[in-house]
């Protein structure tokens, strides 16, 4: 799954130890450190999440969980405006996750990642969060695709109450002619980056990743959605504009994913 990154992974490690120039002069080291993942911190767990989302409907959140693959950092951003041509950042990886989980975005309890991340103490200015639980690079992998997003609640504007639905995969569904045809490879599907950060991990402490459920919604019209039943139903495709815009929204790297260091875990 992680051929590439874990090549620059093992080169950082060997140079960190190898040679103190590598990772500077001013006391920087690998170390192990916990990384916990959670929903907003005014969500409650066990509790319904309700908000204001877009064209004037009111949603409410009644299962939210989203599947998280694993936790880059890296110590550059990529220079604004520049093309992105691969799914790797520029510069050094300073710290990983590697074992994932799924995150119930309804609770702001942190939740724990099911072995410790490796890093350096050198600054991460940007951050990946990897959608995926088989190889980055393959798209029919794992088979069955891997349920990356799944939603359950209902949506109310003007007395007309949508109970809906949504889970969302990211395989050889979201793969297009352009792609067999050298356009973009599925990893950058499956990537969300850069995120931007400003962090050091340490030996004491924890790398928490916050992900708002209510930045899914933006500019999603509820009124488009089909009906399945007694469901309105999103789509696992891009053949309508709230299933398009949930997984567009979901694949940004802006507020709805944030990295913080925290000292101590509540």
């Not at 989302?53 to 110590?75: C, E, F, I, K, P």
């Not at 004491?204 to 990743?209: V, Y």
């Given at each position: 799954?992680?051929?590439?990154?874990?090549?620059?992974?093992?080169?950082?490690?060997?140079?960190?130890?190898?040679?103190?120039?590598?990772?500077?002069?001013?006391?920087?080291?690998?170390?192990?450190?916990?990384?916990?993942?959670?929903?907003?911190?005014?969500?409650?767990?066990?509790?319904?999440?309700s908000f204001e989302?877009?064209?004037?409907?009111?949603?409410?959140?009644?299962?939210?969980?989203?599947?998280?693959?694993?936790?880059?950092?890296?110590?550059a951003m990529p220079?604004?405006?520049?093309?992105?041509?691969?799914?790797?950042?520029?510069?050094?990886?300073?710290?990983?996750?590697?074992?994932?989980?799924?995150?119930?975005?309804?609770?702001?309890?942190?939740?724990?990642?099911?072995?410790?991340?490796?890093?350096?103490?050198?600054?991460?200015?940007?951050?990946?969060?990897?959608?995926?639980?088989?190889?980055?690079?393959?798209?029919?992998?794992?088979?069955?695709?891997?349920?990356?997003?799944?939603?359950?609640?209902?949506?109310?504007?003007?007395?007309?109450?949508?109970?809906?639905?949504?889970?969302?995969?990211?395989?050889?569904?979201?793969?297009?002619?352009?792609?067999?045809?050298?356009?973009?490879?599925?990893c950058k599907e499956?990537?969300?980056?850069?995120?931007?950060?400003?962090?050091?991990?340490?030996?004491?402490?924890?790398?928490?990743?916050?992900?708002?459920?209510?930045?899914?919604?933006?500019?999603?019209?509820?009124?488009?959605?089909?009906?399945?039943?007694?469901?309105?139903?999103?789509?696992?495709?891009?053949?309508?504009?709230?299933?398009?815009?949930?997984?567009?929204?979901?694949?940004?790297?802006?507020?709805?994913?944030?990295?913080?260091?925290?000292?101590?875990?509540?």
């Open positions: 799954m992680r051929a590439r990154f874990v090549s620059l992974w093992l080169s950082l490690l060997a140079c960190s130890l190898l040679s103190p120039a590598c990772v500077g002069t001013t006391g920087d080291q690998v170390v192990d450190f916990d990384a916990v993942a959670s929903g907003p911190a005014d969500a409650t767990a066990g509790q319904p999440l989302g877009s064209r004037g409907w009111q949603v409410t959140l009644t299962h939210a969980s989203l599947h998280v693959g694993a936790l880059y950092l890296a110590d220079v604004s405006g520049a093309q992105a041509t691969s799914c790797i950042l520029p510069g050094s990886y300073v710290a990983q996750v590697v074992q994932g989980r799924e995150i119930d975005l309804l609770s702001s309890e942190p939740q724990a990642f099911p072995t410790p991340g490796q890093g350096t103490t050198l600054e991460a200015r940007a951050g990946q969060v990897w959608l995926t639980s088989g190889d980055v690079n393959l798209a029919n992998s794992p088979t069955p695709a891997t349920v990356i997003l799944d939603l359950l609640g209902s949506a109310e504007r003007a007395g007309e109450l949508r109970p809906f639905q949504a889970k969302l995969t990211i395989a050889s569904n979201r793969v297009n002619s352009s792609d067999v045809a050298g356009g973009s490879p599925i499956r990537i969300v980056s850069p995120i931007p950060t400003s962090i050091r991990v340490a030996s004491a402490g924890a790398l928490w990743l916050r992900v708002d459920p209510r930045l899914l919604f933006t500019n999603v019209d509820f009124g488009a959605l089909e009906a399945q039943g007694d469901l309105f139903v999103f789509k696992d495709d891009s053949s309508d504009q709230p299933s398009a815009n949930l997984y567009n929204n979901l694949k940004q790297a802006g507020p709805l994913y944030d990295f913080s260091w925290v000292e101590r875990l509540p």
